[in-house]
């Protein structure tokens, strides 16, 4: 046995949320991803009602052994660097929710602002100068997927929206999370997955109370106003510029 006299010196907080390479997603949750958090109790939600949903009648452990039913389907629509999608992976996996997730990315960043974006994004805005989020590759988020266990439950679709949405194959979806920040992406996310999500199946918006991305909030309400479902909104820790996240449930 070991005995310490002096303390520990402390580990310094690393100041941007992408030097930290892990998003812990198990509980006590740690303030410092306070923006990631509701993402994760709101799969949780998904993944627990998909539970209830696939048993049809037959024990579900007896199910889950004999592997009769299908798995939980779910996207993420902008992955970036893949940190949500694996620490989603990892919820379903804790709950022993079989899923298969596709995650869709340009892995070349945001597209080209259209009218709706310019008309509100704020004026100092970094995106209208550059392209942001082209700082990751399909190679390395497959890497950082399969390293962490899950090269059978995630398929990376690369590519624009507007040019790989039309050709994934037809399924229902359980869980949809969209977090893609600009106007145009928005609006094709959903009105691809919206007549796709099986009832109870949640979507997930990442960015409708971003304050440096106002025109996520614009797409959604403008998407949703005849819809008859309505926006759930919760919040982890202290507000910020983008900590309150909102979902709908399909009905
Ligand atoms: C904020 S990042 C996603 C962060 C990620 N969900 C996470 O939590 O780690 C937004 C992503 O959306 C992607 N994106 C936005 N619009 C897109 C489009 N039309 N087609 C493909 N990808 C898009 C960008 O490439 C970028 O990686």
Redesign the pocket.
């Known amino acids: 046995m070991t005995t310490t006299t002096a303390a520990e010196p402390k580990q310094k907080r690393p100041l941007v949320y992408s030097v930290r390479q892990e998003l812990p997603h198990n509980r006590p949750y740690d303030l410092y991803y306070a923006e ?1 958090v509701p993402l994760l109790q709101v799969f949780e939600k998904a993944a627990l009602a998909w539970d209830n949903r696939s048993r049809f009648g037959i024990l579900p452990t007896l199910a889950r052994s004999i592997g009769v039913r299908r798995p939980m389907q779910a996207a ?1 629509c ?4 893949g ?2 999608l694996v620490a989603c992976l990892r919820v379903a996996r804790d709950l022993r929710v079989p899923v298969k997730f596709i995650g ?3 892995f070349a ?3 080209a602002l259209v009218e709706e974006d310019l008309e509100v994004a704020p004026e100092n805005a970094p995106y209208r100068k550059k392209v942001l ?1 082209d700082d ?1 590759s399909f190679e390395a988020v497959s890497e950082l997927v399969k390293s962490a266990g899950f090269a059978r439950d995630a398929k990376l679709i690369r590519g ?3 040019d790989t949405l039309p050709r994934l194959q037809e399924t229902r979806y359980d869980f949809v999370n969209i ?4 106007y145009a ?1 928005h609006i ?1 996310c959903l009105e691809y997955f919206y007549p796709k999500m099986n009832s109870g199946g949640i979507i997930f918006f ?1 960015d409708y109370h971003s304050h440096d991305f106002p025109m996520a909030k614009n797409a959604i309400d403008k998407f949703l106003e005849d819809k008859p479902e309505t926006l759930l909104h919760l919040r982890f820790g202290p507000d910020g510029t983008n900590h309150t996240k909102c979902y709908i449930e399909k009905l």
Do not use: A
Request: with cysteine; proline share 8%; aromatic share 16%.
């Open positions: 990631k993420e902008g992955i970036y660097r940190h949500s869709l990315d340009s960043g945001l597209p989020f990751t624009f929206f507007v977090d893609c920040d600009l992406p094709e990442d």
